[in-house]
């Protein structure tokens, strides 16, 4: 088992390089730094001046792989490739375009960001697992039926309605909580509360469906008649049986997104103003801010890549067949 | 104790039930096993599911009733049942591997059947738990019992299943073909712990099989089941000695075994009919030999022959007058000459890999130094329990697998390490039969194409529609068959087009893998009589490769048994069978259920299971099984011995 | 009547190679009886039909809307015919007013009066700051008060039409004569529908619920159509372009992101995931490791940066594009490649599990034995045996797409920014939510529409999967 594990953890190198190169490919090879500078100062009026001036600025003056110039070490390290890519590794991402540096504003942004998408992660997958293990119970009644009609109409309604609508409605209308903000300590509760819900009730839908269609390929095994055999009551053949052998799939969906919580989300931050990272993203995005968006775009793929290890890890918890082979 | 009376289910299609089971009484008294007999889809499993109300979603219960020492199951409440489940009355399952719960250990499987029906918890319930496993006879059950069920062989999850069953102490066990998923060896093993289990507590055991040999074991009193109906019910004697009915009789007849070499098996011709199409008379009438006008118009009522033997026929006749089909001569006495196949030293090992790095740690010795021959027209048979390796022999022969080493030349030609266009030439001369005639044909392609792909892919050349229309005919089926797809063809026929794909390039060696281990008896016996004529016709040579002994007592010239990658045993059927040396065959023969009263010989228990082929035993592969083991078994592997010029063995007891 | 030109935007190339290629593939259902058994099966489903008959409605828009051309100008004789800058659709033409009746600024649904104060000069009265009547909501009529009587006669009218219209289909459709999915009875003694049986819904084609679902679409749509011409039914936006028109147009685009995307991943999907399956060894390896690259960027971001590469890319190069209407068209394309790049990795993997079960199985051995090359067996054996997850996957992600749309444009990562779309109607029209009072129409109308489209592509892929799915039958 401990192979196992320091395997995938020792497949996430080669995987975090690859992510790095396309990163790279697509921000300095695609583009070159002088097609960026031009985007960003207007495509008009710019002189080859101003130009060399904005790549001086951000360290985008230097050759891609080597500089021959510099000699020594100096050949690979005084580089765009090494300055803006490797040294991400190391967890240096540069400065923003309003020169703050970058790292730093992920650390102060982090904080928010966990506080809005835990609570709807949680509190999302208690709701979902509970509607779909109660839809497979009742399976083929009428109230199934109209359940995953309900959730076929709510995975069809677009995200954007489910937080404007929300936002519309109970904040501006009903005026129960406020609209937007964020706030420190215990206060923060009634800005978190408003983009939890509408986070829980806008994953409803899909969520339900697809573990329902879990538990019920799990409803119809063997093990399950021989549990019913046993003259065993109907919920408890769901609690003990069905439940911990449909945790096997869900655990695959679910784990993985735990770490890429760090990341917020993007729309729910933005309408409410949350200064996590969601909202940072999307800035930066508005604003083309090149040093961001290259940040966040490594960052998100080392969550996940984490996600994809802690998946590994948690599947030797719940499945007795890969901790002891 | 157990009183089943019109019990009538169907299955929900759209908006129609469709009956599989319609109207059958019998009764089981404590103590006494009562089997159900009959074909796939007769409808007997599902009779058994009845019983326990245990029916799948689509599954409806239409009438009639169950009733258990004088109480009605079928109108009991839900709740109430749940109470006789697994208490009064328990069930074990065909598929051990899939009848398991995979995430919880084997005594907390054991245990919540305790907790439920016997209030038993903690030290008491693994106490007894303890003592189950024990019973089952499964050793060293403190282990065993905080195990998982991947961690089991097939044998002892089936020993694990029995133990649930009998946790709650129940008087009716219900045994769902508890042995179709396992090797003789170990039936043999489970069959005789569930005969002991059954007289040392007194239980009534509803048996459902579909194996005449397991019913000869087994049963006290047998009802025979057809299309949904019980046709004849008759006590083991009777039912063994004078069968009446004339689908049970035609049973019989197709049995393949060594009295009817040399002769067709007899058949029954036509299909079971369909669910939704059961015709109003006697539902055997259009397949029966005795048919008369009558059969077609009245459904027949039951009649007493003798006390305690009944049927639902008509025809007042007794003995078989099976329309016996010419004798084939097939064993006309073959040359022996020059050999067509030869392989030597064959070697397949899979390499394990492991660790961080997946560096090969090991090999999985999957075929480990075969060495045969088979001569032009003539049957070798492969014969050996699962995971011996004898399918991979099969696959290796013709390339399918890469060798690791060791040599096949096909009629003078090297195959092992042949180039493309050299194999091209050798797979003319060699094809191959599957298994499972669901899945050997492509569900996307008319079958015409399907026959017709050898012959493009090899180019060899001739009219291929024209080619396609005659091998049709040679295997008995309608020339309007090409333009059809596979799923409108029962097994049997299916079998017969993957028989025609593989004639298709005419080849001189026919590999066939379990051909007739997913078809019915009296499929089973179309396919070998087509076999046979196809070889006595073409001249072409089998490698049969089976695990069942009966159907090698007809059809094979020469054996060759192999047991964990190596062959122990070989020579002439009739030296192989008749004077086996090893003691490996000698079990194996033993433990073959023999469908007929005086079976019940001299057996030879093996106890335990086939090892795994990544860690065989050191020395003889078969000493930790064998009952004759010696210290010289464990340490040196046997040299082949040869008995007669023809026949060899490798043991040491026969040197 | 003015001289045109015909306009082949490239994204209209790749509707109608779409639409032939899905003509074609209909064909080679037909002629292979195991697909057209699931296709009957989707027939049979009500939901289904009645999705598929909302799902063809949009189709029909969407197409008309795929024919572009552009107006000659006035010139003087001898010159070399000019051409309107402005990229016009067939559809354009068939809704004329809506496209050209703009107003000043908002107005509500069916208003005839601004929806903001103006001022206004009165001879004789001064200035006055009052509601103006619109330009052409409701300007046929002397009083505005007269407005709901109008409505309620021309929507009768119009409903009373839709009736009578649907009435004749259904004595066609009872008159038809019906395939009862048996090969054994021939073409002449298929049994007539009837009226009876189709009331029933005895029908093997789901023919009650397409009807139904046609009454529905017929009472709705001719009603708005007979009104949009003096009304805006659904209002009008901030700049005054009528609401309903631009539904229309953003049909066109979700339609497209929906299945250009999915066209543009196929092929990709399916050949990688084949061969990662059927070969194994360094292949497999090679193939799941970009995979799983690719899958560990985060979508919306690999998309925000492909995105923002590309908008430079085409900011770079004004000199490529004839029109505005290239240049977001382009642009749309450009999404559309994005967004398959990024989503081909699910599909891939399914198939690539699939392959391996299937290159296990008997008949697979069978054409090894006869030394059938490996691409002959993929193209032979493993590809039609995996089209039903090829068919379910494309159905599936049609309607994630659709809402995906949205979300990318309104982030800014989506189609341009002067492209009819839900996206960037919902974009525009968010902040209105603010205002007091509130202007709630556009916001509503994109979301239902948006919802009517995805519900219906959901329904019908539920359909599709279930009839095609093995494990289902």
Known sequence: MLAYIVRRLLYAIPILIGVNLITFALFFIVNTPDDMARMQLGIKRVTPEAIEKWKEARGYDKPLFVNSAAGGLSTVTETIFFEKSVRMFAGDFGRAEDGRDIAREIGTRMGPSLAIALPTFILGLFVTVSLALTLAFFRATAFDFWGVVICVAAMSISGLFYIIGGQYLIAKVWKLVPIS????????????????????????????????????????????????????????????????????????????????????????????????????????IQAQDFAVVRSMVFIGSVLYIVGLILTDISYTLVDPRIRFS | MLHVKDLRLGFAAGQRTLLAVDGISFTIERGETFALLGESGCGKSATAQALMRLLPPAGRIVGGSVSLDGEDLLVLPEAAMRGWRGRRMAMIFQEPATSLNPVLTVGRQIGEVLERHRGLRGAAARERMLDLLRQVGIADPERRLDEYPFQLSGGMKQRVMIAIALAGEPELLIADEPTTALDVTVQAQILDLLARLQVDRGMGMLLITHDLGVVARMAQRIGVMYAGELVEVASREDFFTTPRHPYTQALFAALPEVSRRGTALATIPGQVPALAAMPAGCRFAERCPQVMPVCRERSPEWREVAPGHALRCHWQGAASVLEKAADLTVDRQIEEKTGLLTVDGLKVHFPIRQGILQRTVGHVFAVDGVSLAIAPGRTLALVGESGCGKTTVGKALLQLIRPSAGSVRLGGRELVGAGARELRAARRQAQMVFQDPFASLNPRLRVGEIIAEGITALGVGGDATATVAALLRQVGLPTDAGERFPHEFSGGQRQRIAIARALAVQPQLLVCDEPTSALDVSVQAQILNLLKTLQAELGVAYLFITHNFAVVEYLAHDIAVMYLGRIVEQGRAEEVLGRPRHPYTQALLSAVPVPRLDGAGQRIHLPGETPSPAKPPAGCHFHPRCPQATALCRERYPAPTAVSPTHTVNCHLAA | MNGFQIVVLWSDVLVWLLLASGIGVGVLIARSPPLLAAWRRVGASRAGMASATVLLAFLGIGLLDSLHYRVALD?????????????????????????????????????????????????????????????????????????????AATAAGAAALAVLGWLALVVLVANRRENPGDPTVDRQNWPKIGWSRLWRGETVFAWNAVLLTLLLILLTLLPLFALAGDYHVFGTDKVGQDVLYQILKSVRTALIIGLVTTLVMLPVAVLLGIVAGYFRGWVDDLIQYLYTVLNSIPGVLLIAAAVLMMQVVID??????????????????????????????????????????????????????????????????????????????????????????????????GVDPTMTSFGTMINNARMELGREPVVWWSLAAAFAAMFILVLAANLFADAVRDAFDPRAA
């Open chain 1, 181 to 284: 903000g964020f706030g420190e300590g215990l206060d923060a509760w009634r800005f978190l509360i408003l983009p939890v819900c509408i986070g829980v009730v806008a994953g409803i839908g899909s969520s339900t469906r697809w573990y329902r269609t879990i538990f019920l390929e799990e409803v119809s095994k063997d093990y399950v008649r021989t549990a019913r055999a046993k003259g065993l009551p109907e919920t408890l053949v769901f609690f003990r049986h069905i439940l911990r052998n449909a945790l096997i799939p869900i655990l695959t969906g679910v784990v993985v997104v735990i770490p890429t919580l760090f990341m917020g989300s993007l729309l729910t931050e933005s309408f409410f103003g949350i200064p996590g990272l969601g909202s940072y993203t999307i800035d930066a």
């Open chain 3, 75 to 151: 010139g003087k004789p001898g010159e070399k015919t000019q051409y309107a800058i402005e990229v016009l659709s067939l559809l354009d033409a068939l809704v004329g007013p809506l496209r050209t009746e703009n107003e000043k600024t908002y107005s509500a649904p069916f208003a005839t009066h601004l929806y903001a104060k103006e001022t206004i000069e009165r001879p004789g009265q001064g200035t006055l700051r009052e509601f103006p009547r619109l330009r052409f909501g409701g300007s046929h009529l002397a009083e505005p008060a007269a407005a709901p009587a109008d409505i």
């Open chain 3, 316 to 413: 770079t190069h004004p000199q490529w594009f004839a029109t505005a209407a290239e240049r977001a068209d382009l642009r749309l394309l450009a999404l559309c490649f994005i967004l398959g790049i990024t989503s081909w990795t699910g599909l891939c993997r399914l198939l690539r599990g699939e392959t391996l079960k299937l290159r296990e199985l008997e008949y697979i051995q069978a054409a090894q034995a006869f030394g059938v090359s490996s691409w002959r067996i993929i193209l032979r054996h493993i590809l039609p045996n995996l089209m039903h997850i090829v068919i379910i996957a494309l159905v599936m992600d049609f309607s994630g797409l659709v809402l995906a749309e949205a979300v990318l444009s309104y982030v800014g990562i």
